[in-house]
């Protein structure tokens, strides 16, 4: 399989900076905060704090779908959290213990609510404004199950695939093969679903679309690892059919570029404060004012 030499695990694992590969400065074994850092507060009582990940897009979709559907309570401001500590940051820690995007802050009511982890956001803006979410019992448990498969799937597809075939110092043919496996046998999941349903819950466009697009959507158009070619995506054509046809939706597409910071300036909006900036304040748009 390889010529390096068999790992021995020690008795007792200790953390290495050095080992820690790409992201060893921001990784680290413990939790909490490493700085002292207040969160910003924006206008609305809908408060995001997130960057452009897969993660991160079902959030800015999910608010922008219901913006769409005529619910003014889903106005929001977007923060912008780098990932690379300001995750760590007091403020932010306060509304994820878990340090991670996207991260919700609900001050429509008379005490605040925070809401973390991408899906129990999802879910929590579902139930909040009575959208996106099936009511019959069959179609709504449907609904979660694609919902939570999402959640406990796409770890195997970031971290073990994508760390392994993108990020990690050194290719181990072992891990990516292993990977590469479970992610393809995941896209046939989806294939076979969606050769039966126009959408996951078998009903309407749902949080369950909303949860699984950024994904596995962007894993069959090239955009996550660059490991199209390598795992065939061309192939799984009911899950291409269905990225394709929620692509086209005007949230989603306002959605996906709020909180990006890479790619084509026209195509990221740092930080979304009104539903005009998506007119104003795109990137290129601001460069224009500057210069």
Request: aromatic residues 10%.
């Amino acid at each position: 399989m390889t010529d390096a030499p068999a790992y021995e695990p020690p008795k007792v694992w200790t953390w290495n900076e050095e080992n820690g590969g790409r992201f060893a400065n921001i990784n680290r074994p413990i939790a909490g905060p490493t700085h002292e850092k207040e969160l910003p507060v924006g206008k609305h009582p809908l408060q995001l704090y997130s960057l452009a990940t897969p993660n991160g897009q079902k959030a800015t979709i999910m608010l922008e779908e219901l913006l769409a559907l005529g619910h003014s309570g889903a106005e929001y401001d977007a923060w912008l959290i780098k990932i690379d500590g300001d995750q760590f940051g007091s403020g932010f820690v306060a509304v994820n213990p878990n340090s991670k995007i996207p991260a919700l802050m609900d001050r429509s009511g008379p005490e605040p609510i925070r809401v973390f982890e991408s899906g129990s956001i999802l879910l929590y803006l579902a139930e909040k404004f009575g959208a996106l979410v099936p009511t019959d019992r069959k179609t709504r448990t449907e609904c979660l199950n694609w919902l939570f498969w999402q959640m406990g799937s796409a770890p195997y597809l970031g971290g073990g695939f994508g760390h392994f075939y993108a990020y990690a110092p050194t290719k181990i043919e072992y891990a990516i093969n292993r990977f590469a496996m479970e992610v393809k046998r995941q896209l046939d999941v989806l294939d076979r679903r969606l050769a039966e349903v126009e959408y996951l819950s078998g009903g309407d466009y749902s949080i369950a679309d909303i949860a699984v697009w950024p994904w596995y959507g962007g894993l069959v158009k090239g955009l996550l690892y660059g490991g199209g070619e390598f795992l065939s995506v061309q192939d799984y054509k009911n899950v291409q059919r269905w990225t394709d046809q929620i692509a086209k939706r005007p949230a989603v597409k306002r959605g996906r570029i709020v909180n990006r910071i890479s790619g084509d300036p026209a195509n990221q909006l740092h930080e979304r404060h009104d539903a005009s900036d998506f007119e104003t304040r795109t990137q290129d748009k601001i460069g224009q004012v500057a210069s």
